[in-house]
C-alpha cells in the first residue's frame, strides 16, 4: 500500500478554511493522500464539505481518507476510513468498505500496536509522539524510542506516527522507523501558507 512521506490531515477549528480548500491547499503543494478530520461541525456540513473535497481530490487522482465515520465514507465512496480505538471495530468497517478500502487504525502505545497489525487494517497510526494542541485530551506521549521499539516488534507492516510533528523533527520520526508522519497543526496555523508549509516538509 501507498503511504505518503507526509499524511497531511484537516482540521476546520485549526485553519478556520473548509476541508475543500484545504484539500486545494495541500493538493496545490504535492499532497496526493489527505484525511479529512471532523470534530466540530455538524455530520450536514460534514458531509457537504467533503463531497467537495472529493470533487476536487479526484481531478488530481489523490486518495481522501475519513476520520472515524465509515458510514460517510461509504457514502461518499472515499477511498477509506481511519479509526480510532473507540470507532467500529476494523473488521466490522472492513466488511461495510470492501477488500478495496484503506482502513487505518489509531494506538498509542506498544501493546496496542502489536495487537492492531493482527486487524484487517492497511496501517497503523501511532502517537503522540510529542506534546500535541490538536486534541483536547491527548492520550500519554509516546516519544521516538517507542516508535523504534514498535518498528522492531511489527516488522514491516506500515506506520503512521503522529501527534506534535512539525517541519523541524519530522525526519527524526521518521529515521525512528515510521514509514510516514501525519501532520495537523504545523501546516494548519498559518492557512494562507498551507501549500508553502506542505513544500516545506521536503524528503
Known amino acids: 500500500m501507498f503511504l505518503p512521506k507526509i499524511y497531511p490531515i484537516t482540521d476546520t477549528g485549526i485553519s478556520k478554511l473548509s476541508h475543500a480548500e484545504q484539500v486545494r491547499k495541500f493538493i ?8 479529512l478530520r471532523e470534530k466540530h461541525s455538524s455530520m450536514r456540513d460534514f ?17 481522501i481518507i475519513i476520520n472515524d465515520r465509515v458510514d460517510v ?8 476510513v481511519h479509526l480510532g480505538q ?15 478500502a ?11 500496536a ?6 484487517p487494517v492497511n496501517y497503523i497510526a501511532v502517537g503522540p509522539v510529542f506534546p500535541t494542541r490538536t486534541k483536547e485530551n491527548p492520550d500519554g506521549i509516546v516519544g521516538l524510542k517507542t516508535i523504534k521499539t514498535i ?7 506500515p506506520l503512521v506516527a503522529i501527534g506534535g510533528i512539525t517541519s523541524k523533527n519530522f525526519r527524526q520520526v521518521l529515521d525512528a522507523g515510521a514509514n510516514s508522519v501525519a501532520v495537523i497543526g504545523d501546516l494548519l496555523d498559518e492557512p494562507e501558507n498551507i501549500t508553502e508549509k506542505f513544500e516545506s516538509f521536503s524528503v
Do not use: M
Open 73 to 80: 465514507a461509504l457514502a461518499l465512496k472515499a477511498e477509506g
Open 28 to 35: 496545490a503543494g504535492g499532497a496526493r493522500f489527505i484525511q
Open 151 to 157: 518498528r522492531a516488534q511489527i516488522g514491516n507492516f
Open 47 to 63: 458531509f457537504a464539505d467533503a463531497v467537495e473535497a472529493l470533487e476536487i481530490a479526484r481531478k488530481y487522482d489523490a486518495k
Open 102 to 112: 484503506i482502513i487505518g487504525f489509531s494506538t498509542h502505545n506498544l501493546a496496542q
Open 114 to 119: 502489536i495487537e492492531a497489525v493482527k486487524f
Open 86 to 100: 473507540n470507532d467500529l471495530p476494523p473488521a466490522e468497517a472492513r466488511k461495510i468498505l470492501g477488500a478495496k
